[in-house]
């Protein structure tokens, strides 16, 4: 898909921000989020959106399922992020993250930014 929103959302701080033993087990954490963006997508958003769901460590392995592709990042998940946002150039990008240093990385390439809370229901 290369219309629309491209909406990335970065696991491990989402995830992160709320404190329900997630640390127990980050890739069963990752996987609900994934499932959460695909039942609810992104609220606030219509028209099409393609969701891309980063994870990175403990968290890597997780599937793709319909409507939101998962990507492992190589190494550091910042980074990938930065990379997915600068392919996607002349294209809207909505970044979800509350990574302060991310978002003013993004940023400077264009992207929106919002906070964890605009994806979690």
Do not use: F, Y
């Amino acid at each position: 898909m290369s219309d629309g929103l491209l909406v990335i959302v970065d696991a491990a701080n989402v995830v992160g921000s709320v404190p329900d033993g997630w640390w127990r087990d980050r890739r069963g954490a990752a996987e609900r989020l994934r499932d959460r963006l695909a039942a609810d997508g992104v609220p606030g958003r219509q028209g099409p959106v393609e969701i891309v769901l980063v994870v990175e460590g403990a968290a890597k392995g997780v599937a793709s399922v319909a409507g939101v592709r998962v990507e492992d990042a190589p190494g550091s998940g910042d980074d990938h992020m930065v990379t997915l946002v600068a392919a996607a150039a002349g294209r809207e990008v909505l970044v979800v993250t509350a990574d302060r240093e991310l978002r003013r990385r993004v940023g400077e390439l264009g992207a929106e930014v919002a906070g964890p809370r605009s994806v979690r229901g």
